[in-house]
Antibody, heavy 119, light 108 residues
Framework: QVQLQESGPGLVKPSETLSLTCSVS????????WSWIRQPPGKGLEWIGYIYYSGSTNYNSSLKSRVTISLDKSKNQFSLKLTSVTAADTAVYYC?????????????WGQGTMVTVSS | ETVLTQSPGTLSLSPGERATLSCRASQSVDGNYLTWYQHKPGQAPRLLIYVASSRATGIPDRFSGSGSGTDFTLTISRLEPEDFAVYYCQQYGNSPLTFGQGTRLEIK
């Protein structure tokens, strides 16, 4: 059974870059869309973007200028970089995988990692 | 962008009652690629329904989804204590993928 685990700093200073990694275990990173989704405190879920196994990406237009998602097939990991962060980027960040290749119905999630943007 | 509007914002019901949650899209969702998630504090979201009406693996049959085009519904036939949570709809038929703002289902 595939499991996902987010890792990265829990505290990032304003204007700096948030970097998170999602490690995939129990299965290959191939043939799926791999997404990042976040939830700011007291708010709803927000899709950040995804990367396909081929390396193609799609990002939320509201974050597009600041987001990069990349894939490391050799390590079975994918990563999120969000530049020029502000307090509005404080959130629980989840990585997720869909139930089927080609789908975006996410049935496998990491446990989430809280990232606080503060000086 | 396809905006998903969920109603009501909060639903107060008792265990054993029937819950009906609505998700309305600003434009038709291609392929009815509409999903529902249950989200509890401190946990990852849980996939309940995909493609509008198909139950995900392991989801009890008291959860059902219906609808097409722009109007979708999640029904919980008889509420169990563990069903009180926040529910989100999400569409991926149209790019970009979007979530609704959520419906909080609380114990009355």
């Amino acid at each position: 059974q595939v499991q996902l685990q987010e890792s990265g700093p829990g505290l990032v200073k304003p204007s700096e870059t948030l970097s998170l990694t999602c490690s995939v275990s129990g299965g290959s990173i191939s043939n799926y869309y791999w997404s990042w989704i976040r939830q700011p405190p007291g708010k709803g879920l927000e899709w950040i973007g995804y990367i396909y196994y081929s390396g193609s990406t799609n990002y939320n237009s509201s974050l597009k200028s600041r987001v990069t998602i990349s894939l490391d097939k050799s390590k079975n990991q994918f990563s999120l970089k969000l530049t020029s962060v502000t307090a509005a980027d404080t959130a629980v960040y989840y990585c997720a995988r869909p139930r089927l290749a080609g789908s975006h119905a996410y049935d496998t999630w990491g446990q989430g990692t809280m990232v606080t943007v503060s000086s | 962008e396809t905006v998903l509007t969920q109603s009501p914002g909060t639903l107060s019901l008792s265990p054993g009652e029937r819950a009906t949650l609505s998700c309305r899209a600003s434009q038709s969702v291609d392929g009815n690629y509409l999903t529902w998630y249950q989200h509890k504090p401190g946990q990852a979201p849980r996939l309940l329904i995909y493609v509008a009406s198909s139950r995900a693996t392991g989801i009890p049959d008291r959860f059902s989804g219906s609808g097409s085009g722009t109007d979708f519904t999640l029904t919980i036939s008889r509420l169990e204590p563990e069903d009180f949570a926040v529910y989100y709809c999400q569409q991926y038929g149209n790019s970009p993928l979007t979530f609704g703002q959520g419906t909080r289902l609380e114990i009355k």
